[in-house]
């Protein structure tokens, strides 16, 4: 068989003797046959493979042989009837894969250890150096040879299916059955800490459908935050009447936040500074208890504990599910409790950063 290294760019990994090479497209055609391009490239490739899998990734069984992973990176599907896999280019059809196929955008896992079943292929990889090749029902083929790579690490083209030089990277444990392209995300900030709320103060209980986005609360005070009593941290100082040694148990919170794109987002997260306790809700539903008891919650209810020391400028980080951020307006309504009528300070503060993949 001819080797074509003119088909394709050469892809490949460093590894501890020698690199993985991608050596291209290999052809049963005779030479005379083939235009100065080459044949034309598969329709799959050999995305990712582990030679020594020791004990990251295993099959049906809970064994751990070797793998193989297939990817289909077209828009329609393959049937495998014909294709096969080998570790010797000699012998291109050492292994067949008839009656497998691949759907569009797919990857097939492939278990390298000699059992000829499935899939399960008839050889196993060497785990020092070797070849694994990909050849198609008309002949073509795509050869990829590698050194010796650690155990547990696969060589992986990143991205999916790429022949560009270097593109074949470590990856431990490797990412069968899934993209080997990382996905970048984006954070992105939707409330900053130290923001602006709307505050009740004195005890007073603020009445039905004060967690709702379209309560009245234009009689209530503001100012940034963290908003709190006690504490030299605290920007805006919030009252506890006249007696200290019978403060109120609970004061409200309140604050509207504009999310643009919100549909795009894939991860939210809550960041609370609370003292004592808090229990937050986004436009009318919970979403988010720290240091409260369960169950119904009414004006009068103790926190669980007292906050004391770091825990009182700390951030508690809770995840939010982002369906739940409504595109446009979104308010955030809190109570923060007292662990005692006579508890020396009281602190709050909110953020809220959500994430996006780009």
Known sequence: MLLLLAACATATIETDTSPAVDSGLDSASDPSDSDDAGPEPLELCINEFMSDNDASVADETNAYPDWIELHNPGTTSVALDGWALTDDESKPDKSPLD??????????????????????????LASAEGAVALYAPDGRGSVVNYGAIAADFSAARSPDCCTDAGCFEYAFRGTPGESNVVPVTTEVTLLSAGSTWKYLDGGADPGAGWT?????????????????????????????????????????????????????????????LRDDGAIVYLNGVEVARSNMPEGAIDATTFASSSSSGAAETSFWTYALDPTQLAEGANTFAVEIHQHSLDSSDLGFDLALVGERVE
């Not at 896992?109 to 008839?122: M, N």
């Open 99 to 124: 009656g497998l196929s691949l759907e569009p955008g797919g990857f097939l896992l492939l278990w390298a250890d000699g059992l000829e079943a499935g899939q399960h292929l008839a050889f196993e």
């Open 212 to 272: 709702l986005p379209g309560f009245d609360d234009s009689a209530w005070a503001s100012g940034p935050a963290p908003l709190g009593y006690g504490d030299t941290h605290q920007v805006t100082v919030v009252s506890y009447g006249a007696d200290p040694s019978v403060k109120p148990t609970t004061t409200w919170f309140r604050s509207t936040v504009r999310v643009e794109g919100a549909s795009s987002l894939n991860a939210a997260t809550l960041r609370v």
